[in-house]
């Protein structure tokens, strides 16, 4: 079965500081993994994607992530943080592999202070 | 291109009415809608997998007389909340896939549908 762990519900770092949301997932089948950014009372907008080849995927707003076979890891990076990245960040991988449903972490909140 | 809408964006509606919430895909046709229920301040739990023309499949722990859902066409799905009750005020997000690219292609998010019941 496949599951999300997110390390830290909340993360604080100053404006122009690295940003790095923590993601470890499970599953018996190449993952298809994925970060989503929801700002309040918004849907879900996708950051990045991994599904197949290069493991180091470059998304939206200047964020990145790396699939880590090794660590079942897909950390999410971003080398200088922005005030308007403040938001809640999910990590999710797809049921059985593929475009399938997906299963979602529990979020990480990124706060962002001057 | 792969708008998602969902409507209404919020509704707050009596004790034991039933609420109904449209998610449609704008610019693309979708086979297969994700019904998912998010909690304040939680993730989000899939409630149900809706197919065009089929009945949806209901994950475990979700009441599929309660949580109605109805695709009727390739461009709707409905999510009809019977005999609402306080405890299922929640944010209700949904997800559409498109077919016309061909293979797999992602799910795109609706903007969610917060509901209150008073």
């Known amino acids: 079965a496949q599951s999300v762990t997110q390390l830290g519900s909340h993360v604080s770092v100053s404006e122009g500081a690295l940003v790095l949301l923590r993601c470890n997932y499970s599953?018996?089948?190449?993952?298809?993994l994925f970060w989503y950014v929801q700002y309040p009372n918004q849907g879900l907008q996708l950051l990045l994607k991994y599904t197949t080849g290069a493991t180091l995927v470059k998304g939206i707003n200047g964020f990145e992530a790396e699939f880590k076979k090794s660590e079942t890891s897909f950390h999410l990076t971003k080398p200088s943080a922005h005030m308007s990245d403040a938001a809640e960040y999910f990590c999710a991988v797809s049921v059985g592999g593929g475009y399938n449903k997906l299963i979602f972490g529990a979020g990480t909140r990124l706060a962002v202070h001057p | 291109g792969a708008v998602v809408s969902q409507h209404p964006s919020w509704v707050i509606c009596k004790s034991g009415t039933s609420v109904k919430i449209e998610c449609r895909s704008l610019?693309?046709?979708?086979?297969?809608m994700f019904w998912y229920r998010q909690f304040p301040k939680q993730s989000l739990m899939l409630m149900a997998t809706?197919?065009?023309?089929?009945?949806?499949?209901?994950e475990q722990g979700v009441e599929k007389d309660k949580f109605l859902i109805n695709h009727a066409s390739l461009t709707l799905s409905t999510l009809t909340v019977t005999s609402a009750h306080p405890e299922d005020s929640s944010f209700y997000i949904c997800?559409?896939?498109?077919?016309?690219?061909?293979?797999?292609?992602?799910?795109?998010f609706g903007q969610g549908t917060r509901l209150t019941v008073v």
């Open positions: 809706s197919n065009e023309g089929s009945k949806a499949t209901y």
């Open positions: 599953s018996s089948v190449p993952p298809y």
């Open positions: 997800s559409a896939r498109d077919m016309a690219a061909g293979g797999e292609t992602e799910a795109f």
């Open positions: 610019d693309f046709q979708a086979t297969t």
